[in-house]
Each structure stands twice: as C-alpha cells, then as structure tokens.
C-alpha cells in the first residue's frame, strides 16, 4: 500500500479527506449564501443599486 507523503494516509484515506474537506467547504459557503439573502443588507444594497440606475 502506497501512503501519500504529504498526508502520510493511504489513497482510499487521502480522497475521503479531500471529498469531506470539499464537502465542508460548499456546506460553509451555503450558509454564508443563506445569511446573506436573510439580512436586511441585501436589501439596502438593492435599494442603493435602484436608485443609482
């Protein structure tokens, strides 16, 4: 069995590391993406545009 120098983990181990880091990292921009659309910001930022155009 091969283990990945930089991880010291087998490949098996190495992907599934990558798959939950990715999978962390969408989950932590989808609630970044839900707080923005709930606060009161967006809308004061739409408001702003409308009155600029």
Do not use: P
């Amino acid at each position: 069995m091969k283990i990945n120098r930089q991880t010291g983990m087998c490949r098996r181990c190495t992907e599934e590391y990558h798959l939950e880091q990715e999978r962390a990292f969408n989950e932590q921009l989808e609630r970044e993406r839900a707080a923005c659309e709930e606060s009161t910001e967006l809308a004061d930022v739409r408001r702003e545009w409308d009155k600029m155009r």
